[in-house]
């Protein structure tokens, strides 16, 4: 093969790389304009999330600042859009108080939510013997001694959305769920026993939620 015929040949080859290369730019940014304009035109809503009730099976603080605790609660999930799917994953929730986190980590399985979709999950948010802050710990149990105390029970995890064929990348879902959690047993402080001492409460309390 002569120098002309190859350098020919290298030629063709660069020009064949040039236009896949194009080709696959080209791809791309059609899919990501369409992803874009689908998001634009639908607008997705966020997820409605609602606290149902929690029920008490362990409420102690002993010593100055060391916690125990085993609550279960009810979380209400709906997707409000007309169009869009939500994929939840990596879900994980937890109480605090006062900013604190005061139980470990309970994982919520992922699930696919279609349209207007709705999903119940009630899972058990518990501790065993955690340390809490000093000045937490006092608080606690004289909310407790006083009949009530202030909870915020979240919800950390990702969301991905899905319109027809199309499934967007992750998003971070925050879910705060704060409720005023009383301690008396007595119906006019609305708690029910459902047995081995465990006491439910309705709560219904609307939950904010940031994505």
């Not at 209400?76 to 986190?101: C, E, F, L, S, W």
């Not at 119906?187 to 219904?204: C, E, H, I, R, S």
Request: proline share 5%; aromatic share 14%; glycine share 6%.
């Amino acid at each position: 093969m002569s120098v002309k015929e190859c350098t020919h040949h290298k030629d063709k080859k660069r020009k064949l790389v040039r236009r896949l290369f194009a080709g696959i730019l080209i791809f791309l940014f059609v899919v990501l304009l369409t992803i874009l304009l689908v998001w634009a035109i639908l607008q997705p809503k966020k997820p409605r999330f609602i606290l149902q009730d929690a029920t008490i099976f362990n409420f102690n603080v002993s010593a100055p600042n060391i916690f125990s605790t085993s609550i279960q609660v009810t979380i209400y999930a709906r997707n409000p859009n007309d169009k869009i799917g939500v994929y939840y994953d990596k879900m994980k929730t937890y109480a605090n108080y006062h900013n604190q986190q005061i139980t470990y980590y309970t994982q919520i399985p992922s699930v696919y939510q279609g349209h207007k979709d709705v999903n119940i999950w009630s899972p058990f948010v518990f501790s065993n013997n955690v340390p809490i802050s000093p000045y937490n710990g006092p608080d606690l149990k004289e909310d407790q001694q006083n009949g009530g105390v202030w909870l915020d029970f979240k919800i950390d995890g990702r969301v991905k959305w899905r319109v027809g064929t199309i499934t967007t990348g992750h998003y971070r879902l925050h879910v705060t769920c704060s409720a005023y959690v009383p301690f008396g047993n007595h119906p006019g402080d609305g708690g029910v026993f459902v047995g081995n001492n465990a006491v439910k409460y309705q709560l219904a309390r609307s939950c904010d939620v940031s994505v």
